[in-house]
């Protein structure tokens, strides 16, 4: 049994924890939000009043929050993660932010006797809930061992991508390829309906053909399809619109860094903003299909 330390429990570190502690793990986890702590306290989590309380004991503590100025936040400061874990605890972070944050988060653990781990995933919330998720990690060679068995329970696949941040920077580039997906899928699937074709038959059409994606696969924003589709509940976020803006954002960013022009992700951000702006920030990134039906609804 392992005393891991977990912070943020939502959409993600819900069904993530729970893995572990059905594998048999302790895990002492906290989060602002009082329902996502009630949900995983119904899973076996024990849910704990602050961050020190968490990450005391633990041999390994991993953050799963929204962006990097959260990141930064929950690690830094006299209630951080920095000030009250021991240097022993390896330090993993799986949300998805800037490379900026992750090489600030390498570098004050360095600083301060921490190993550190940037170790985003994929795979969505059904991938967190099955177990199944892909991490991707970038750090020391000893590092990324041990972290690699620690993610076991939540994961099918483990991949060392390389160095201090690149973990991080194999994550940018892969979900700005779903988003990209993920228009391509939304496009797809007006089109076709408005070419009167039945929606399960161009779907399973696009499934043995070209087409096919994991966006296709998983995210199909057409009503009673595809089972771990948002479109079945009303577009209630899975995976919301300002976090695939923010992770969007992030491409372009390190599209400007490095000269390479991004002209799709640019067109992705577009309608993200125009839901974000219709008020639409909280619901499913898959609302994004609204975007192409010919007069808004879906
Ligand atoms: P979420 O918004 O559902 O959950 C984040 C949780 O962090 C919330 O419960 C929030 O209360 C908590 N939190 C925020 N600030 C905190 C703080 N200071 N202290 C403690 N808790 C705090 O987000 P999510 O969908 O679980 O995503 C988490 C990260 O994983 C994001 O970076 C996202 O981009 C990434 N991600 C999401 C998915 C997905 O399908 N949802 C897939 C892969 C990666």
Known sequence: ???????????????????????GHRVRAFDLNPEACAAAAAEGVEIVENIAAAVLDAEVVFTMLPKGEHVRSVFDGPEGIWANAKTSTLLADSSTVDIETSRFCHEQSAARGF??????????????????????????DDAVRDATGFIEPMSGKVIAAGAATAGIAAKIC????????????????QLAEHLGLD??????????????????QTWYPVPGIVPTSAANHNFDATFRVDLARKDIGLALQAGIATGVKLPAAGLVREHLDALIDEGLADKDCSLIVKQVSPDGSV
């Not at 049994?1 to 594998?23: E, F, Q, S």
């Not at 190993?115 to 998720?133: C, E, K, N």
């Not at 929606?199 to 296709?216: G, H, L, N, Y």
């Open 1 to 23: 049994m392992t005393n891991y330390g977990w912070i943020g429990l939502g959409n993600m570190g819900g069904p993530m924890t729970a893995n572990l502690v059905k594998a």
């Open 115 to 140: 190993r550190f781990v940037d170790s985003p995933v994929s795979g969505g919330i059904s991938g967190a809930a099955a177990g199944t998720l892909a991490f991707m990690l970038g750090g020391a």
């Open 174 to 189: 892969n979900n700005m390829m779903l988003f990209i997906d993920l228009m391509a899928a939304s496009e797809g699937s």
């Open 199 to 216: 929606p399960q038959v161009f779907w399973e059409i696009a499934s043995v053909s070209s087409a096919r994606s994991w966006a296709q």
